[in-house]
């Protein structure tokens, strides 16, 4: 099965906002609720930032937001700072033999 | 508080078998929808799925190494061992095992992950 397919880099610049995208297809990403972001900072493990689409889990910043259209989710931050450089993966449950599929990765640039 | 730890060996010779082992504490996996999961990342690549075990002992794999995976739990030890056999230099990566309220995901808490190298 193939990976969801996330853009391979993303930047911007402090204070302004970024739209990672993540297409899947029905089996996943568009026929259910089930998918998730994690950010990764260089050799360090992957942190939960959004879960089924849009949650955010306690303690993760206001400026991360998650949303779907179709076969597409997304993670938009606002206010980008310093500290959000960092690799994100999308990750979502998936009816086929195996429950679990992720995203090839996009890197974010702070400009 | 909820924290896994992996363990293993940091360098195997092609054609071994790795085996890994997560201690896990502040949950129990005999409790119901609770899952371990291991995932590993190959250096500069992305996360890959391996295998996920529930609080039923029910048990999944990755499709393209199903035939050399085997994943366990010893619920008395809080712990769950990955094996992987005929170890390639391709299968370096480091190795993490990640917990999950439900085989729906998400994953919320992260060991830190083991670093294995595949070298003669």
């Known amino acids: 099965q193939s990976a969801l397919t996330q853009p391979a880099s993303v ?6 906002s970024i739209t990672i995208s993540c297409t899947g297809t029905r089996s996943d990403v568009g026929g259910y609720n089930y998918a998730s972001w994690y950010q990764q900072h260089p050799g360090k493990a992957p942190k939960l930032m959004i879960y089924e689409v849009s949650h955010r889990p306690s303690g993760v910043s206001n400026r991360f937001s998650g949303s779907k259209s179709g076969n597409t989710a997304s993670l938009t931050i606002s206010g980008l700072q310093a500290e959000d450089e960092a690799d994100y993966y999308c990750s979502s449950y998936t009816n086929s033999s195996t429950p679990v599929i992720f995203g090839g990765g996009t890197k974010l640039t702070v400009l | 508080q909820v924290t896994l730890r992996e363990s293993g060996p940091a360098l195997v010779k092609p054609t071994q078998t ?7 504490s502040g949950f129990s996996l005999s409790t119901s929808g609770m899952c371990v999961s291991w995932i590993r990342q190959p250096p500069g690549k992305a996360l890959e799925w391996l295998a996920l075990i529930d ?6 794999y990755s499709t393209s190494l199903k035939t050399r995976l085997t994943i366990s739990k010893d619920t008395s030890k809080n712990q769950v061992v990955l094996t992987l056999t005929n170890m390639d230099p ?3 990566a480091t190795y993490y095992c990640a917990r999950s309220p439900s085989a729906l995901g998400p994953f919320d808490y992260w060991g830190q992950g083991t670093l294995v190298t595949v070298s003669s």
């Not at chain 1, 930047?11 to 302004?16: A, C, D, V």
């Not at chain 2, 790795?18 to 896990?24: A, Y």
């Not at chain 2, 609080?55 to 999944?60: G, I, L, N, R, T």
């Open chain 2, 55 to 60: 609080w039923d002992d029910d048990k999944y």
């Open chain 2, 90 to 92: 391709v299968d370096t």
């Open chain 2, 18 to 24: 790795l085996t890994l082992t997560c201690t896990f």
């Open chain 1, 11 to 16: 930047s911007g610049s402090p204070g302004q």
